[in-house]
């Protein structure tokens, strides 16, 4: 059964990016170590991207949810919020 503890979680910052997938990696019982040797990053890098490094490479970040099964969508403002509640 796949972990929906983080479905449709809203991300507007940095560091709301880096706690959802910490949360995430820590709920698939994955270290920062073998995310980082699967993903081919530092852990020095997935260490600042977790803790919302503003600066943290996009390529790198993308690869990193990638291995970690997470996908990034793009939506107006509000949409994806009301198209749930449309849903109940």
Known sequence: MADTSLEFQQVRTPRELGQA???HRKARRLTQDKVAGLTNVSIGFLSDFENGKPTAEIGKILTTLNTLGLDVHIAPRG???RTLKDKK
């Open 79 to 81: 949409l994806l919020l």
């Open 21 to 23: 997938v910490r949360a």
